[in-house]
């Protein structure tokens, strides 16, 4: 683990404070258009606009790399992205908002196609896995880095704002700076969302459902405290509460994952996070059953994220299994460009508990679907083969989930050819 943070130290340092700046951007965003007076549903738009740049950027950023480079692509998308950032204090209407939020969405998941692709190439086989958990590991760290400093400063002023675009623009200085020029980028061949449903409808339905709650709790988070009452500082902690506990409830569920129906896993934790989601929904304006609920569904829907995939995959072939994955992230990014604008309707009619029966009810649906399916198709072992959990955080790219399969590959593969030399040696005769 040391040796692999000492050899991609500089990498690792640009996501902390790329992530540091994106955290403060979704958090500050909201709680700013509280103050200047956006309606619900234009906060809504302008929380949306984020997905779809993201989703949209997912397609064309790998392409964008392949014609003109990684360190062209990686320099023009950070600048923007800082410009876009300062830009937002000067410009407050809700229509400049949401079309900085899908240039930043766009600019947002094509750095990232760009460091995940430097993280693979200097990873080898035998430390790509312990990367990728130092990578998931700094993204949190930097969003949960940002809602404290979002206490120190004031929302109704400029300086968050700049020292946002500051972060950014000097977390590009390490990365350029020390990482060596990449090879070429590769090209995964494309699964039909079709193929997806004829594969897994579970887990087509459940990334969609899920893209709704993320969307929420990227988004949405800042606007239902300050509608709830609760302070900046409340806010922040709570909006960390949601990341610090699925980060920490990702490996318990992975665990799990291999040695449970990951059937009844999906419907458990679905179950968990939606009535979770409940008991704040009956007191929203109750702080402490905030935070709880919100390490519940924050707990429960990240790793659900993974544990869907992994479903995916246990009935597809290996080489199937990274285009399978980038289906199912572009099918939860369409579920969350739609979740801010049906939870902004829901804030006005129901008031701040319609955040909390937004959640529960994709989370219960997806429960319910989970043992709709279970009923009608039973597994029987011929029609799968169960694989490894690899853990994938919600705001992942195709590359990510690209190289989190090749590692799942690699230690498969590992485990077999270790399997098949016990097996050689046992059976060999004794001298």
């Not at 947002?108 to 995940?116: K, L, Q, R, S």
């Not at 920490?248 to 896993?265: C, K, T």
């Not at 990274?322 to 739609?338: E, P």
């Amino acid at each position: 683990m040391i040796s692999v943070f000492s050899s991609s130290w500089a990498l690792f340092l640009g996501v902390f404070m790329l992530m540091i700046g994106n955290g403060l951007q979704g958090t500050l965003l909201g709680l700013r258009g509280e103050i200047e007076g956006f309606s619900t549903l234009e906060i809504s738009v302008v929380m949306s606009g984020y997905f779809l740049g993201f989703l949209f950027a997912s397609k064309t950023a790998p392409e964008l790399i392949r014609r003109v480079g990684h360190v062209r692509v990686f320099a023009a998308l950070g600048s923007t992205v800082s410009a876009v950032l300062i830009m937002y204090p000067v410009l407050t209407d809700p229509i400049s908002w949401t079309i900085g939020r899908v240039v930043i969405g766009f600019c947002f998941c094509g750095v990232y196609v760009t460091a995940e692709s430097w993280l693979n190439d200097a990873s080898t086989n035998e430390t790509r896995g312990q990367a990728l958990s130092i990578y998931m590991i700094t993204q949190m760290a930097g969003i949960v880095a940002a809602q404290y400093i979002i206490t120190r400063g004031d929302v109704s002023g400029y300086t968050l704002f700049i020292v946002s675009s500051a972060l950014v623009s000097m977390a590009f200085a390490p990365i350029l700076l020390s990482i060596k020029p990449m090879p070429a980028f590769g090209r995964t061949k494309p699964m039909k969302v079709t193929q997806l449903i004829k594969a897994s409808p579970l887990a087509c339905v459940g990334m969609f459902l899920l893209g709704g709650v993320f969307s929420a709790q990227f988004g949405m988070s800042a606007v239902y405290g300050a509608r709830a009452g609760f302070t900046v500082g409340q806010i922040s902690l709570f909006v960390s509460g949601i990341y610090m506990a699925a980060l920490v409830a990702q490996y318990p569920i992975g665990w799990l994952s291999d040695r449970l129906d990951r059937r009844i896993l999906i419907i458990a934790v679905s179950f968990l996070g939606g009535f979770g989601s409940l008991i704040a929904g009956f007191f929203p304006a109750s702080y402490t059953l905030a935070l709880v609920s919100g390490a519940l569904v924050g707990g429960t829907s990240n790793p659900l994220y993974a544990l869907l995939i992994a479903y995916c995959n246990d009935y597809l072939e290996r080489e199937d299994m990274a285009a399978a994955s980038g289906g199912l992230l572009f099918v939860n990014g369409v579920g969350a460009i739609m979740g801010p604008i049906i939870l902004g309707y829901m804030l006005d009619w129901v008031g701040p508990g319609g955040y909390w029966y937004f959640l529960a009810v994709l989370m219960i649906a997806m429960g319910i679907y989970g043992l709709v399916r279970m009923l009608q198709r039973e597994r029987s072992a011929e029609d799968y083969e169960q694989v490894s959990y690899s853990a994938v955080l919600p705001n992942s790219t195709p590359v990510f989930a690209e190289v989190a399969q090749e590692v799942y590959i690699e230690n498969e593969e590992s485990a077999g050819d270790a399997e098949d030399t016990d097996t050689t040696q046992s059976s060999a005769p004794a001298p």
